[in-house]
């Protein structure tokens, strides 16, 4: 058994004993990285030597019996697009080949204070735009399960170094489903937030309105644990909420007894692949034998997500992403003869086509008499959807249904048709322009022998229930503990 695949109670307890040191599992994140790296390619950086002097400095605080923090010595891997000091954070793209910030993003800072040992920064999508770390600005990263495979994204990299043992914990970040998506993937939990629970100063921006960080772990208690630490107001963000954060890691009661669970008609319907949508069935017998309640519901607007998600999502980026431009920070093209052309020639060689390509659809839909026609009209169909989401809260404690359509496709299999990878997000993306909370936890494999995914949508700000449930399902099966053979 690998380190990786215990239990944080577990590894706490071993240090407690003097069994383990955390430089042990510094050690062994690194040694595992240098078996499986040149395979999986999950990070852009390794910050090795700050990462054992933090676990050394960890070790003599152990050594002195001073209280450890939540996360104590677990190797973590990052996600390039968290700002972090004086380590570069690039969001893999070319035009942030050089940026080295002077600041931690809140939810780093949170990590340190929790104890935690960052290892590096993890591949992504460019900009967290794609699902399936195939616009890295750098390289592909593989799906561990299978090489020849996309691990998912934009949260690949994250994904992909939890599933290879490479990391205990990672962070990624969710605009559309870029946590659970590749979490499902690569056979791991992934969990966004509620919108606003999670501090999103440092989060290099996307989608102001829909981004939110969120770890990846390789069970269910762990996700509460990491939630428990980096859930919190921060008065440096101006959408964090100011809300009591409960005990997440008491609330993993495995009592599920009465609870009633949702399942959209839309979500289990056309464009669901037979395997998938079998395996989220089975999943549900398990809950209704642990005593949940059952029952189909409907989300009508549903079918206009995709489509509401992909004028939003490109709108607030190309806005966001105007400060690119060469002038403050980041690469700078040589030899321009004036600003303009200067402003011109950075983001041509600096930007990847698919983030060019939704700058371009984002500032045409803000644009002079078309704003109202597509941007308005988009957010009004946002609210429609979030009332959908409303309307079966009142009677249900949670929605469930598959986290993606199909298991990980092919590597090139998709990249060239854009609205065939958008399509991929519609399960997940409803659940971001809502605002709400969403687990995804492994539920089995399809018969090609990659893993499937189970999404489990909570109410606002109740992360605790969703924990519950996917905690209850985790205990009564096998699935999270499958590992893929590199």
């Known amino acids: 058994m690998s380190l990786f695949d215990k239990k944080l109670t577990e590894i706490h307890s071993e240090i407690d004993k003097g069994e383990l040191t955390v430089s042990d599992l510094v050690n062994a994140s690194f040694e595992r990285i240098g078996q499986t790296e040149d395979k999986v390619r999950a990070f852009i950086l390794l910050d090795e030597e700050n990462a054992r002097a933090r676990a050394k400095e960890l070790d003599e605080q152990q050594s002195r019996g001073e209280e450890k923090g939540l996360l104590f010595g677990l190797p973590a891997g990052i996600k390039d697009n968290i700002v972090t000091k004086n380590v570069t954070t690039t969001c893999a793209s070319k035009l942030l080949a050089n940026y080295s910030p002077i600041y931690n993003a809140s939810v780093m800072d949170r990590l340190h204070a929790a104890q935690s040992v960052m290892i590096g920064k993890l591949n992504m999508d460019e900009f967290a735009m794609g ?3 195939e616009n890295s600005g750098f390289h592909n990263t593989y799906n561990p399960w299978n090489l020849e495979y996309v691990p998912g994204g934009s949260s690949g990299g994250s994904a992909a170094s939890v599933a290879a043992g490479q990391v205990y914990f990672s962070l990624g970040s969710d605009t559309g489903g870029s946590i659970r998506q590749p979490a499902a993937y690569c056979g791991v939990v992934g969990l966004k937030p509620t919108y606003g629970l999670v501090s999103r100063f ?7 309105s829909l981004d939110q960080i969120g770890p990846i772990t390789k069970n269910v208690e762990d996700a509460a644990y990491v939630l428990q630490a980096i859930a919190a107001h921060d008065p ?13 890691i008491s609330a993993l009661t495995g009592e599920i007894q009465g609870l009633r669970v949702g399942v959209p008609k839309e979500l289990m319907g056309e464009g669901i692949d037979p395997e998938v949508k079998q395996k989220v069935t089975e999943a549900l017998k398990v809950l209704e034998r642990l005593g949940a309640i059952v029952e189909e519901v409907m989300l009508p607007h549903t079918e206009y997500a995709v489509p509401t998600y992909y004028i939003i999502a490109p709108s607030e980026a190309s806005s966001n992403l105007a400060r690119y431009d060469g002038v403050r920070y980041g690469v700078r093209a040589d030899n321009a003869e004036n600003l303009i052309e200067m402003y011109r020639e950075t983001r041509s060689r600096g930007l990847g086509p698919e983030v060019k390509r939704r700058i371009m659809l984002g500032t045409y839909a803000l644009s002079s008499g078309y704003y109202d026609a597509y941007y308005k009209k988009a957010q009004q169909v946002r609210t429609l959807i979030k009332q959908d989401f409303d309307s079966v809260f009142e009677k249900y404690d949670v929605i469930i249904g598959p986290t993606a359509p199909t298991t990980a496709f092919k590597i090139g299999e998709k990249v060239g048709d854009p609205l065939t990878m ?33 999404q489990i949508i909570g109410k606002a700000f109740d992360e605790a229930t969703i924990l519950r449930v996917a905690h209850a399902y985790e205990q009564n099966t096998e699935h999270h503990k499958a590992r893929p053979e590199l």
């Open 131 to 133: 699902g399936s770390t």
């Open 202 to 208: 440092g989060l290099v921006a996307f989608a102001s």
């Open 236 to 248: 440096f963000d101006s959408t964090s909420a100011d809300v009591e954060i409960p005990d997440y």
């Open 422 to 454: 958008y399509l991929e997000d519609i399960c997940t993306i409803p659940v971001n322009l809502a605002g709400i909370p969403a687990i995804s936890v492994p539920c089995g494999f399809a018969s090609n022998g990659l893993p499937v995914g189970l």
